[in-house]
């Protein structure tokens, strides 16, 4: 489980709530919120 600020390496992650995507572009880009329903935690996808 990762939340929000937290710098878990490029890939993709679910959001636990809603399970929107999102991608993280970058290994130092931090996890944003949500963008959909401001959840803060999320599950890596492979
Ligand atoms: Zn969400």
């Known amino acids: 489980m990762y939340k929000?600020?937290?710098k878990p390496g490029k890939g993709?992650?679910?959001c636990y709530n809603c399970?929107?995507?999102i991608r993280v572009e970058k290994d130092e880009d931090a996890l944003p919120p949500c963008?959909?329903?401001g959840c803060e935690k999320f599950i890596k996808l492979n």
């Open 4 to 6: 929000t600020g937290d």
């Open 12 to 14: 993709e992650y679910q």
């Open 19 to 21: 399970r929107t995507v």
């Open 35 to 37: 963008p959909k329903c």
